[in-house]
């Protein structure tokens, strides 16, 4: 099967309808500029840095809408994107360049000697330190004809750019994005949320993220929609934009804590708003239920960056009723929810969940060993606990590596971290295992208090042992600022057990 140019599709069927919105700039871009400008952009690669099919061209900027034009520049001449994380350092962003080996480096100003120290050390790589974002690509473009520049068709399982992970537990790893992921992902989550194009969306998550590139701008292009892309997550202009542009939006769950705990999320009137969705890790049931109280019903997901991303979403006429629950895997993708043998689970009971279906990743990048052990008779491991009601409904209960064994008893952080959230002074709270004597391990909180809250180590428990069995009560708690999160908003808790799992 075959895919083709969506761009230049949109800009020839609704060629004035605005695609593009940065609102940090205050510039907007039809459907027809932004086909001509990533047009323009592709014959420069192609010209001036004889980028041939296949080959790979590395991205290092923050969000915003020049992203999305050399995204689909690369799609036009064939070559493959690399949008690097530009929150590793240099020694980390010099692995990934040494193993994706790109032809050429795109930055902006604030990561211009970043950019130049990566490129400067990689004496083996044909690697120039290209544009920048905030200067000369603009003279790139102009330097260009004009004249559209029309994508080939190209398989479905042709890789469009890289994706890498965070590499917390070593080398990172780049997960293939192909054209068919982006397809079928927009086939999972555009219907279950009602897309068109007369939806506004806005992408608040970091663009060398999935979810900053389907959850929902690409989905909103296919649709022939609005994307709003800021540079960053700002909490008040992203609740400007909820409530007088946007209409359907997905973030993690930090992003709805932070807004909920601005001054003027009481009087903010985000009724504009007709969509809600969030996903990334965990949802905190009194958090949900905050939310549920202004009217508002966020419907929860799951997905991978190795499933496009979406696998799951919640019905909206179920966002309370199964709260907690990322709801029921969509049209184009399967899934099992089997033992640490492979044998399918009984409803109500926790193992691993399996993933399979067209929009999940061929493999990693250069890693055939990797990819090998990564699947199981087309069975995608996602190494994270799950479990299914009587009703169908999954829950993702938490990550394999995260459950610990206390007294010969599995004990899921999640489920003490949702207790710890519906503390009113608790702001944010992680539990980590930690090696004990008599049980084994046990955990330890980490909670960080909101202002002008107090909480003591031995509140902190006993509101545990009211709510949660013994075993899964911890037995130690530390106070910090701020839980550690990474640019998808996701606790990084391989930093807390460093830290504080001693």
């Known amino acids: ?34 086909n001509e400008r990533a047009s323009r952009f592709a014959e420069f690669m192609r010209s001036e840095w004889k980028i041939q099919p296949g080959e790979r061209v590395s991205i290092l900027t923050p969000n915003g809408t020049d992203y999305f034009e050399v995204l689909y520049a690369c799609s036009k001449i064939g070559a493959i994107l690399v949008p690097l994380n530009w929150r590793l350092a240099v020694p980390e962003l010099q692995a990934i360049l040494a193993d994706s080996t790109p032809r050429a480096l795109i930055y902006d100003t604030a990561h211009a000697e970043t950019a130049k120290t990566i490129a400067g050390d990689m004496f083996t790589l044909p690697l120039t330190p290209g544009v920048c974002a905030d200067g000369n690509y603009e003279a790139a473009l102009a330097s260009a004809s004009g004249k559209s520049i029309v994508m080939p068709a190209r398989p479905l399982d042709e890789c469009w750019y890289l994706l890498y992970t965070a590499g917390t537990t070593g080398r990172a790893k780049g997960v293939i994005q192909t054209y068919g992921m982006v397809l079928y992902n927009h086939l999972n989550i555009g219907p279950a949320i009602d897309l068109t194009s007369r939806d506004t969306t806005l992408n608040l998550l970091p663009v060398f993220h999935t979810g900053g590139n389907n959850m929902y701008t690409n989905p909103t292009f296919i649709a022939g929609g609005t994307a709003i892309v800021p540079r960053a997550f700002d909490v008040v202009q992203s609740m400007h934009l909820l409530s007088t542009r946007v209409t359907a939006f997905f973030g993690v769950p930090a992003m709805y804590l932070f807004m909920s705990q601005h001054l003027d999320f009481d009087k903010t009137d985000f009724s504009h708003m007709r969509s809600w969705a969030c996903g990334g890790a965990p949802m905190p049931l009194s958090l949900l239920e905050l939310y549920e109280k202004r ?11 190795e499933t496009g991303p979406t696998v799951f979403l919640v019905d909206e006429a179920y966002a309370v009723s199964k709260s907690g629950s990322v709801g029921k895997p969509q049209p184009w993708v399967d899934v099992r929810i089997v033992d640490r043998e492979g044998a399918d689970v009984p409803v109500g009971e926790m193992g691993e969940l399996l993933i399979k279906g067209p929009g999940v990743t061929p493999g990693y990048w250069q890693l055939p060993e990797i990819t090998k052990n990564s699947f199981e008779d087309g069975w995608l491991h996602s190494g994270d606990v799950s479990r299914r009601d009587e009703d169908g409904y999954y829950y993702i209960v938490d ?4 459950m610990f064994i206390s007294g010969g008893e599995n004990v899921y952080p999640a489920e003490v971290e949702n207790v710890l959230f519906s503390n009113p002074a608790v702001a944010e709270a992680a539990i980590i295992g930690v090696k004990d004597e008599k049980w084994g391990e046990v955990g330890r909180a980490i909670v960080a208090l909101k202002p002008n809250q107090t909480l003591s180590e031995q509140e902190v428990i006993d509101f545990c042992k009211e709510r949660l069995a013994k075993y899964k009560v911890p037995k130690s708690v530390v106070f910090i600022n701020a839980l550690p999160r990474n640019a998808a908003g996701k606790v990084l808790k391989t930093d807390l057990r460093k830290q504080y799992g001693a």
């Open 295 to 305: 009217g508002i019903m966020i419907q929860q997901g799951f997905g991978m960056t």
């Open 1 to 34: 099967m075959y895919t083709f140019d969506l761009l230049a599709k949109q800009a020839d069927l609704r060629p004035d309808k605005i695609a593009l919105v940065d609102p940090n700039t205050n510039r907007e871009f039809s459907y027809a500029q932004f």
């Open 399 to 402: 990550r394999w590596k995260d």
